[in-house]
């Protein structure tokens, strides 16, 4: 056999306490427990549904069943003789009680293992699982053989039942059933096909997925969740790439055997929010990637980002903070413990697989499973073929747009999970035939259109496939003015955000003029999750310095403005990126917005108090003492300065000292505004004034 048992170890789900320590309960409570406890198993009984081990499984929940007796003839003893010498105060009989009900929890949870997890893992190791049912019953047997039956005042009935269920206990031998020793037999032998890249047969396929009682799309989910959870209860590598590999097989008879499908509102999928589809925190994603970070670090300025994101980054050459386009003062990655373990805790309240990729093949960032790999190849090229069907057909019915919509929305899923994903999808052609999807008249669609590219978008080599591709420029702009829902056009800022992660597409990016307008746009009316993607998205676009004229062209000055009581951290850093690349223009743009500033400076966070003197120094020094003059207008300014020399972030106290020092040689009447050598010309209306700079200025 390609793959021994060994392979699939008991999984390692860790069960409770009562597992382990014996109760310290009264003799009452412990037999109302037992009881209890032999209920709970008994309910799991899975005579009404295919179950693997459905052998030795019933016949272990059988046993327990007859100890239910047992406890109830005990309570019954307890009650009529608690005064009595037959009490059950017996050391011998309370010291056997308790380590029956340790015993019983382990079945337990045993039982609901086989039940309710994986049940290609469960077939994988069903020799391991069959031996732990086997050891559980000894462990009974040991236990009703040193159970003081003749201290105890029961019927004949129940005596008779003890001796019954000794017998059967000690007669227990393992279960197999051969018929699923041959299934196993004949998924190893697909898997190992699959790793020659062999495409499995779709008629034994089926039959082993309908031997297991896998009949839609909505139980390979379920299963693909399971299989998800295996990863996290397992400890050893080779263990943990083989469960990659089964998932990998799942999800590609899922599409092969039951077609794409979207979960409907109401199913049972949707409420259990699978792992692929939860809406990550923002905080625990990668500014870089939009993924959810395993391994945050924190860089020069600050910034926290996930490890490999931001390693490759800065082996790309470039010496600046990706979010706030500071230079790095060095490349030292600092490990943020405390996000690390937020993340871990809510990727186990959401049961996500925390500590591995885990879908097509990586393990730990190092272990690739072929198996997995070539699953996935295959799934996104099955995929991708029924997408071309419908470019056959001039205008689409109704049946064949919801077809398509349920493709792209498997790819949209498979995209996300990781970067062997996106070059698969990629590979087969995907690309030309979702950007003709984005601009759709139907929402769905044009959501899972477009968020698909977006996850595509996060490998390096499809940024360039993306942005040669004829319409998908137009067609994500087209969605950022025009989108049919927010989630489209949010999906289609952060796209924009990750493209223009690389130099020469930010520049090309920033010759859209309604790219630039609709991230604006989308920044001043979206909801809070759809602003936050368009201001990242402007951030990034306002490194180039070319853009950033046009940036300010189109109103990214004032929209900072508006936006920035909400959230000012994000609307500082991009008016101190675009007031530092865009020149005078620039500034006097951002001259009625000095007020706000000074109101960040004395109540903004750390990071946005920086970035509000930082931005305030470059336009006193470029916009000169009329600049200066309209800071210290500004109520308690200078006391709000020193409180930020004395509590700021490092480089916040070195702008706040530059701050200071411009404000005195000003009011010393001295050249305020440390100019830069040219000259402003002061135009006063009746409710601002402006700073415009003159011809001379400009031809300088």
Known sequence: MAIPPQTFPTRKRRPSAESFISPKLTDLNLLQSLLHLTHQICSLNPTTSHFLLSRISSSTIRKTQLLGVVFEDLLRVSNSTKTSSTSLCSNSLLLCLEEMYIVLHRIKTLVEDCFNGSKFSILMQIETVADAFHKLTGELSTLL????????DLNDDVRELVLLIRKQCSESKPLLEEEQMELRKEVVSILEGIKREIVPNQTHLASIFEKLEIRDSSSCRAEIENLHEEIQNRSEEQSKSEIVALIGLVRFAKCVLFGASTPSPGSESLQRKPSLEITVPADYRCPISLELMRDPVVVATGQTYDRV????????????????????????????????????MWCREQRIPFEA????????????????????????????????????VSVPDYQSMEDTNAVVYELRVLAKTDSDSRACI????????????????????????VTTILNLSILEANKAMIMDTDGALNGVAEVLRSGATWEAKANAAATVFSLSGVAAFRKRLGRKARVISGLIELAKI?????????????????????????????????????????????????LEAVVKRGGLVAVAAAYVGIKKLGTVLREGSERARESAAATLVTMCRKGGSEIVAELAAIPGVERVIWELMAVGSVRGRRKAATLLRILRRWAAGLDGGESEGFSTATVVSSSTTVVIPTTSSLAQ
């Open 526 to 574: 979206g909801p809070e999750g759809a602003k936050r993607d368009a201001l990242a998205a402007i951030l990034n676009l306002a490194a180039d310095r070319e853009t950033v004229a046009r940036l300010v062209e189109c109103g990214t000055v004032e929209m900072t403005a508006q936006v920035m009581a909400a959230m000012p951290e994000e609307a500082v850093t991009i």
């Open 426 to 449: 990629a590979e087969t052609g995907a690309i030309p035939l979702l950007v003709r999807y984005i601009t759709s008249h139907n929402p769905s669609l044009q959501v899972n259109s």
């Open 145 to 152: 053989d040193i159970f003081p039956l003749q201290e105890l």
């Open 357 to 392: 990729e885990t879908v097509t093949g990586k393990i730990n960032g190092g272990i690739t499973n072929k198996t997995a790999l070539e699953a996935t190849r295959m799934t996104a090229s099955f995929l991708v073929n029924k997408l071309k069907v419908p470019l056959t």
């Open 309 to 344: 994101s931001i390693k490759l980054w800065m082996e790309s050459g470039h010496n600046t903070c990706p979010k706030t386009g500071q230079t790095l003062a060095h490349t030292d990655l600092i490990p943020n413990h405390a996000l690390r373990n937020m993340i871990a």
